[in-house]
């Protein structure tokens, strides 16, 4: 017997779907506008996401649980290798694929690479970005992508939020009978430790340019409320001033950010290392959780 909080009433669907495509469409945003939570971080550097996160969406009839994974992109890295292996194997397992296009920047070679890897019954194609998108290039896109033979079309703006709920219906009616994977209440599968640490993170990221944005891990150490230990690495000894900034005016504004989003009361503590070249070394990409 399940346990009450995982018994769901008969005809109940639920099933798993994945939000895949290139770096930087919007999966992640997508993700945080249907469950109007900030699961996901979000920034508009590529690869943002780094591992598989799984976000949770239940109503009196469904449940379906999102798994948002790391842009596909050809591999320049040990890291890059490890984020398409976690991708592509996220939208083996599920059954349905959200692939995720930027219908500003328009359907390019990226796009191609990722749609290859898909199987196109299975897939829904979503046209991300429309705000701001002039409705003739919007129709344009659409008859473009009608080739691949996707299942369904949907454009949407993952940012404003226009096309999510229908999109969201009809993912619904993809869903085939099944249980409560998680309770109801859930949201996401991943602790508050991983969240704070992703969230210093987001926060770096928008000072970060040219190759550091990928230079930089972080994690938790230690959560002995209300002190909080986040680790910041990065790969060479010349990165560390530039995340620190001068007087540490990096470190203190990326605290105050990222504290307005916990619970009140808490310390947080940013500590900057040197890891080196880990973006190679794929016993830290795992001891990192990507
Ligand atoms: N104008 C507009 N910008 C968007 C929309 N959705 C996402 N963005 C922006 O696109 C950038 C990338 O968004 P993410 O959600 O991080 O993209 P992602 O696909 O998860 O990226 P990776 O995790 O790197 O693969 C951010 O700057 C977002 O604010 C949208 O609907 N409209
Ligand atoms: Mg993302």
């Not at 949407?156 to 009978?177: C, F, N, Q, Y």
């Amino acid at each position: 017997m399940n346990s009450p909080e995982l018994t769901a009433p008969p005809g109940f669907r639920s099933g798993f779907v994945s939000l895949t495509g290139r770096p930087n469409v919007g999966k992640s945003t997508l993700l945080n506008q249907i469950l109007d939570e900030h699961v996901s971080i979000v920034s508009n550097k590529a690869q943002t996401t780094r591992s598989d996160i799984k976000g949770v969406f239940t109503d009196d009839k469904n449940q379906i649980v999102f798994v948002d994974t790391p842009g596909i992109s050809k591999p320049v890295s040990e890291l890059g290798k490890s984020l398409n292996k976690s991708a592509l194997g996220a939208s083996d397992e599920v059954d349905l694929v959200c692939f995720v296009i930027d219908g500003n920047s328009g359907f390019g070679r990226g796009d191609r690479y990722v749609a290859a890897k898909l199987d196109p019954a299975n897939t829904v194609c979503v046209l991300n970005k429309i705000d701001g998108v002039k409705p003739e290039k919007i129709l344009a896109q659409l008859t473009e992508l009608s080739e691949l033979d996707f299942s369904s079309y949907y454009p949407v703006s993952a940012w404003t939020g226009k096309g999510v709920p229908d999109l969201l219906e009809h993912i619904k009616s993809r869903m085939p009978e099944g249980p409560l994977w998680f309770p109801r209440e859930m949201k996401t599968d991943r602790g508050e430790g991983f969240r704070v640490a992703e969230l210093v993170r987001e926060q770096l990221l928008r000072v970060a340019e040219k190759e550091l944005p990928h230079s930089i891990a972080t994690r938790l150490v230690s959560w002995e409320w209300p002190r909080i230990k986040v680790e910041i690495l990065v790969e060479r000894e010349s990165q560390k001033p530039i995340v620190i900034g001068k007087n540490g005016a990096v470190l203190k504004q990326v605290g105050i950010n990222v504290r307005k989003k916990l619970d009140k009361g808490a310390y947080l503590e940013l500590v900057v290392k040197v890891r080196k070249n880990w973006q190679e070394d794929a016993d830290a990409i795992s001891e990192f959780g990507y």
